[in-house]
């Protein structure tokens, strides 16, 4: 198994999916009413998938897991040119920081971050930090559940694609405890051929998360949360 997908919710997923798409430099993968998917190919590392997927209403709660992305030395350059693609600055009470806050055309805030050596050969997206009530604890289960690896980082726990190459997945303490409502933003993991989806949800139970089971209808992926709350979907391996 292994992280394959970062979703976000959204009113208008061709409006949010083709800003980060611009962003990121993405290669468009689908681009259908209900959706629209983009992908990031981080040279020598991951390939994660950006989805954005249409909802009514997206969660108006604080977002949990967010992208920082990498400005380091160009970083002025960065946030003009984010800006002149639907960007917009955002105060969050985040007061006198090195890096600087902005929000997508839908209001979902993101970072660009000044230069960290911890970054390098990240591409584009520096970071996914990760709301988490026990780092320690969130760390171990991501771990496990991604096949990421342990790097020394400015978070609490930091993980990373065993190439050491692109973004790090950050766990910091959360704020609040996770409430009732669905993040806007979450991760899917994909089943790879001769994983058994049954032992892998025992195996996410044990480690503290759970299955949930939403009124959606029959769905082809099960829906989980980590110990934290925060919810991540399990595909089906590919055929």
């Known amino acids: 198994m292994y992280l394959e997908n970062l ?53 108006p709660a604080p977002p949990r897991l967010h992208l920082d992305l990498a400005g380091g030395s160009r970083q002025d350059e960065e946030v003009d040119r984010l800006l002149g693609l639907g960007a917009r600055r955002l105060d969050i009470g985040q007061g006198d920081v090195p890096w600087v806050v902005l929000a997508d055309p839908e209001g979902n805030p993101f970072c660009v971050m000044e230069d960290r050596a911890e970054y390098t050969g990240s591409g584009p997206v520096a970071a996914l930090p990760l709301d988490s009530a026990d780092t320690d604890r969130d760390a171990e289960f991501w771990t496990w559940l991604t096949g990421w690896t342990e790097v020394s980082g400015s978070a609490p726990r930091s993980l990373r694609h065993p190439s050491l190459r692109g ?50 209808g029959q769905l082809p992926w099960r829906l989980h949360a980590d110990p934290s709350g925060n919810e991540f979907c399990v595909l089906p391996a590919r055929s």
Not at 25 to 32: F, K, V, W
Not at 175 to 180: F, T
């Open 7 to 59: 979703v976000f919710d959204a009113r208008d997923p061709q409006v949010v999916g083709r800003f980060w798409e611009a962003v990121v430099g993405g290669e468009r993968l689908t681009d259908e009413p209900a959706g629209l998917e983009t992908r990031l190919t981080v040279e020598g590392g991951p390939v994660l998938d950006l989805c954005f997927q249409r909802v009514q209403e997206p969660s």
């Open 167 to 216: 973004p790090l997945l950050e766990l910091v303490p959360e704020l609040d405890p996770k409430g009732a409502t669905k993040n806007r933003i979450h991760l899917d993991i994909r089943l790879e051929q001769g994983d058994d989806p049954e032992a892998l949800t025992a195996g996410i139970t044990e480690r503290g998360g759970r299955e949930l089971h939403p009124a959606w």
